[in-house]
């Protein structure tokens, strides 16, 4: 993979390295975002990501909110699947953010980025809540691949305080042992939702974890996957690989 663009500041270096048409940004060696500029699934932990939002009834996500962008990997295919009335997006690294800008250039007039801390960022916010939060909040300089926020109870409330009555809130975990140890995986704090799901891949240790306000069920997610023209071709010839299980 060729290196078309680099930074290094305060022990960390940046790199968006590109094979072909797919570019990817590394923080430390460890792997942050990836875009492919016709592709809406990367194969890996991003998609996991986007999936919950096709548990319900994706026209219902008019507001979608991110949690620590990275390269912006998310923003085209939640663009594609919902085109929200409005998309902000919290990132607290300004090369991150550069990045997303304007080496994989996915952000586009309307859509919000905002540089700075995404915990405190929700917790001044005063607006409308959210249909759709995606929270991944990871340290650049953390090479362990764990969260850079504890999922605590006051984190989990506040996120919980800003999703809308019909809302889903995904939450990105370094692993299911991290998932589990935390307050997010304690079903008394969690009991606000009506479902819990965890999302994996052969590609990542991570765990996603979707929570729904309304019943949810899997079969629902695939459905509209295989309806889709391009999600189903990507899921029948295994480029689209996702394991889903239902923790309630």
């Not at 663009?79 to 990045?99: F, G, K, N, S, Y």
Request: charged share 25%.
């Amino acid at each position: 993979m060729a290196v078309i663009w680099e930074r290094r500041e305060d022990g960390v270096l940046y790199q968006v390295r590109r094979q072909g048409a797919r570019m990817r940004l590394f923080a430390n060696g460890v792997q942050h975002s990836e875009f492919h500029p016709k592709r809406l699934v990367t194969g890996s932990v991003w998609d996991l990501l986007w999936l919950p939002a096709l548990l319900g009834d994706p026209a219902r996500l008019r507001r979608v909110l991110i949690l620590g962008l990275g390269g912006g990997s998310l923003v085209p295919p939640l663009r594609a699947l919902l085109a929200p009335e409005r998309l902000v997006a919290v990132e607290l690294d300004a090369h991150h953010l550069a990045v997303a800008r304007e080496v994989f250039s996915v952000v586009q007039p309307g859509e919000q980025t905002v540089l700075g801390d995404a915990v405190a960022w929700l917790q001044a916010y005063d607006g409308e809540p959210f249909d759709l939060i995606i929270e991944d909040l990871f340290a650049p300089s953390n090479e362990a691949v764990s969260r850079a926020v504890p999922a605590d109870k006051a984190w989990l409330a506040t996120l919980e305080r800003h999703v809308s009555d019909h809302g889903t809130l995904v939450m990105n975990f370094g692993d299911y042992t991290e998932y589990r140890a935390s307050h997010a995986g304690d079903a008394e704090t969690m009991a606000a939702w009506s479902s819990r799901f965890r999302l994996s891949c052969a590609d990542c240790h991570n765990a996603v974890i979707a929570f729904t306000r309304d019943p949810a069920r899997s079969i629902h997610l695939r459905r509209r996957v295989q309806a889709h023209p391009e999600l189903g071709k990507a899921l029948r010839k295994g480029k689209l690989e996702y394991h889903i299980r239902q923790l309630d």
